[in-house]
């Protein structure tokens, strides 16, 4: 055979290999169906366990394993209780005819005491293992009575009262463990408690196997080496030890003779769970060293060469053990991958349904926008001014010329003629001309033959027809106010499903250079967790000692952060415990290029306490600086509520992450709905990039703003009208300026920009006191500022005045970078 006829087998060999393998899979899947449905559904599975149960005994002749597997049985699958009950009395029968008697005997009182007194409880959980307590207790006292010929000892007495205590406290921790045997869909996640009640029913299970032998090997020794090494395999050291105490403790109860066994399961799940790196056969070397060391320095009555067999048949098992098995306990029992992985995908599923609705809510608003959008396209205001008008004329037509006799001449034959006559009249009108001009009064009488009731009919109309015009385009305005705001709201609900989606990044590597680093300094970290290391943008959470509040995280942590990621960092919050030997939970940031230093300067009219001004300063999320100063109508206290109630409003829209110009319009619409009154508030913001020191200013019916930049003195100003006024079109003018480290930024209310007396330009003479300067201290340049004003005025103050100064600075971080040498000689994080 040829290369090119290899070539072409060795293809078709791979599919049919692939083929093969996912038919394989399929079938396995397909019989573990197949069992899941025969032993949790129909119920096989209580059948085995029952039966197990049946049988095993504690102290050689104490059964306290049945009643309450039946009991937890009847409560959480009571239709599968008669199951349970069969296996019990099949187990049972194995032992004596006194044994299928007395579980027989307890079940049908406990069924009876709980029945009968049933309506007078509530929680049926927390009452049950009462009913198992005494109908053991019962049940076992009457039986003894019965086989010593009517005499109850001390020792009667005191078996029996044990023997009921423990089918107590077994009933509480079956209730726990036979749902994961009996219900075929349970919840992914169990709890510390959860686990040790699943493996202690499973050791009490095979205490029926004590007794059982094959080839001279112990089956019980067999199974629960096999459980203890499965357990340490998936879960490690800490489950497989617990594991081990646990079933050795079942099994040394069950028999005397297993008491050294629990010395050798312990110290198996113990080597296996830190030798579980190496995978199965890790966990079996775990064994063998276990069992070898018991065996030859352990009791004498252990023969090494039997428990070695009886261990070769547990790793034998544990290989057999398919590993999508492993992998579906390692689902439930916390700390494993697995278990992670399985809340991750939890978590994820939640947080992509989440991001789902959210983006259909924002669809929703978007889709309603487009919506009132479309209806302010389709309704130009034109076309609504043109039907309005002729609107109008049929009414006049209705009143004047409906009965006149020369209606046909007027509208038939000279349509254009009356039309533009009329229209010429209301114009007249419209404009406040009464009477009207001497032209159009001769020509409507030469036209019309009713020239006095036509007048008097377009002037009353008039007023009718403004008002409609009035109305239709306020809520034109209204539609697109609406648009605006559900776009704004669509545009943060989207952004914040973008968020939602966003996966934390694993920075394993990152975090074990920055713990090594660090560590070199001599600096004890407890736990280190990196959320982002985007540049601009870095998050990470540190657990460190407290060192007594000596600020070690910014004086050397956040330095030694800055030399190895390149960029500065500072602390962002620290929360540190009050008592010696505690903890500081400290959260490391970008530190933003740029800082703003703000100085503020007012005075309210006449030196009183209420100015009808008032300032904010609003330090925004993603890395936006707001400064805006809002200037109430009037002064006083309804004044000063107009404004602070602006800027109130201006606060909460922004933080919400709407952009400026709808939450201004928004802010626009609010002021001039909620009263009647023409009490109006200007608005002056800035809006600051801490990035890259970009600004926008939004000027609405405010003075002109300054920027000083050396002795360069710019002027930023826009013409819009005050915030509440009734309008038409209200659009925001936004002036965009970039700033620079060490500009002034100068803000100032009309107050203190038209205060000085005698001044005929105040631009020119405001920009000249600017340059006078010779601070570049916010607060002395307000001040400086504010005086001059004053003095200029006599020393009078006639109206609020309020300054506010922001200087752009680099933010330097007060404690420097903290060179690693190390660090610098490895890869870069990134």
Not at 9 to 33: C, H, L, W
Not at 241 to 248: A, D, H, I, L, W
Not at 279 to 285: E, L, P, Q
Not at 751 to 773: C, Q, S, T
């Amino acid at each position: 055979m040829g290369k090119a006829d290899q070539t072409i087998i060795e293809p078709v060999q791979n599919v049919d290999i692939e083929q093969t393998r996912v038919e394989m899979s399929k079938g396995i899947k397909s019989i573990y169906s197949k069992l899941e449905w025969l032993f949790i559904e129909k119920g096989l599975a209580l059948f085995v366990i029952g039966f197990l149960l049946g049988r095993a005994l504690i102290l050689s002749h104490l059964t306290p394993f049945a009643l309450p597997f039946f009991a937890a049985v009847y409560l959480v699958r009571r239709e599968k209780s008669p199951i349970a009950l069969m296996g019990l009395l099949a187990g049972a029968v194995t032992l004596s005819f006194s044994s299928i008697s007395y579980t027989f005997a307890t079940a049908i009182i406990f069924l009876l005491a709980f029945r009968l007194t049933q309506k007078f409880h509530q929680n049926d959980m927390k009452i049950v293992s009462f009913y198992v307590l005494f109908s053991v207790a019962f049940v076992k006292l009457g039986f003894d009575y019965v086989q010593q010929g009517q005499v109850l000892t001390l020792y009667n007495g005191v078996m029996a009262l044990i023997e009921a205590f423990l089918a107590f406290l077994l009933t509480y921790i079956f209730i726990q463990s036979v749902p994961f045997v009996t219900v075929q869909r349970r919840r992914r996640s169990l709890k510390t408690e959860e686990v040790v009640s699943l493996i202690i029913l499973l050791a009490s299970i095979m205490t029926g196997t004590i007794g059982w032998a094959f080839q001279g090997l112990s089956v019980e020794h067999i199974l629960s080496r096999y459980l203890v090494l499965l357990f340490s395999f998936v879960a490690g050291a800490t489950v497989g030890s617990t594991v081990g105490v646990v079933t050795g403790l079942v099994f040394s109860l069950a028999s005397v003779a297993s008491f050294q066994q629990m010395s050798l399961l312990a110290f198996a799940g113990l080597l296996g769970g830190l030798m579980k790196e190496g995978k199965k056969f890790g966990a079996a070397i775990g064994l063998l060293i276990a069992t070898l060391l018991m065996g030859m320095y352990g009791d004498n009555s252990m023969v090494l060469t039997t428990t070695l067999y009886e261990s070769g048949v547990a790793i034998v098992l544990l290989f057999l053990t398919p590993q999508s098995l492993v992998k579906r306990i390692a689902k439930h029992i916390p700390g494993t991958t697995e278990y992670h992985q399985e809340q991750q995908g939890y978590m994820r599923k939640v947080r992509d349904v989440t991001a789902s609705r959210v983006t259909q809510f924002s669809s929703v608003f978007q889709a309603l926008s487009n919506s009132f959008q479309q209806v302010e396209e389709k309704m130009k205001m034109e076309e609504v001014e043109d039907k309005e008008f002729d609107y109008f004329l049929s009414n006049v037509t209705e009143k004047t010329c409906q009965t006149c006799f020369k209606k046909d001449q007027c509208w038939a034959r000279n349509f254009d003629k009356t039309y533009n006559m009329m229209k010429e009249v209301m114009t007249e009108y419209d404009q406040g001309r009464v009477p009207l001009s001497s032209r159009l009064s001769r020509e409507v009488e030469k036209h019309c033959t009713r020239e006095k009731k036509l007048k008097e009919t377009i002037y009353q109309e008039l007023t009718f027809y403004q008002a409609n015009l009035k109305l239709k385009k306020q809520v034109q305005e209204s539609r697109k106010l609406v648009a605006d705001q559900l776009l704004g709201v669509s545009e943060v609900m989207g952004n914040f499903a973008k968020e939602i989606q966003r996966e934390r990044e694993n920075h394993y590597l990152q975090e074990e250079q920055i713990l090594a680093s660090i560590g070199e300094f001599g600096i004890e970290i407890d736990h280190i967790e990196i959320y982002n290391l985007e540049q601009g943008n870095v998050d990470i959470d540190m657990v460190i000692p407290y060192s007594g509040g000596h600020g070690e995280g910014e004086k050397l942590i956040a330095p030694m952060l800055s030399d190895i990621l390149g960029e500065n960092i500072v602390v962002q919050k620290e929360d540190c415990s009050q008592f010696p030997n505690g903890q500081c939970h400290v959260t490391f940031q970008s530190a933003k290029k740029f800082v703003v230093d703000t100085g503020v300067s007012h005075a309210a009219k006449g030196g009183g306490l209420v100015s009808g001004d008032s300032y904010s300063m609003i330090e925004l999320g993603r890395g936006k600086y707001a400064v805006a100063i809002s200037d109430g109508m009037g002064n006083g206290e309804r004044a000063h509520y107009e404004s602070n109630e602006t800027l109130r409003l201006l606060k909460k829209i922004l933080e919400s992450g709407i952009e400026e110009q709808v939450a201004i319009k928004s802010i626009n619409s609010i002021l001039s709905l909620r009263t009647n009154d023409e009490i109006f508030s200007t608005l002056d913001l800035a809006m600051i990039d801490l990035q890259n020191a970009s600004s926008r200013f939004l000027k609405i019916g405010s003075t002109p703003s300054f920027i000083k930049r050396n002795d360069q003195i710019m002027k930023i100003e826009a013409s819009n009208l005050p915030m509440g006024m009734l309008q038409q079109d209200f659009d925001v003018d936004v002036v965009s300026e970039q700033l620079k480290a060490g500009d002034l930024l100068i803000m100032m209310s009309d107050g203190a920009f038209e205060g000085p007396k005698h001044v005929e330009n105040y631009d020119v003479w405001m920009k000249r006191k600017i340059k006078e300067l010779q601070t570049d201290d916010p607060q002395e340049v307000a001040d400086l500022l504010m005086e001059e004003v004053i003095r200029s005025s006599s020393g009078m103050i006639d109206d609020d005045m309020t300054i506010v100064v922001s200087t752009i600075k680099h933010n330097i971080p007060k404690w420097s970078s903290i060179p690693i040498q190390k660090s610098r000689q490895k890869k870069q994080i990134s």
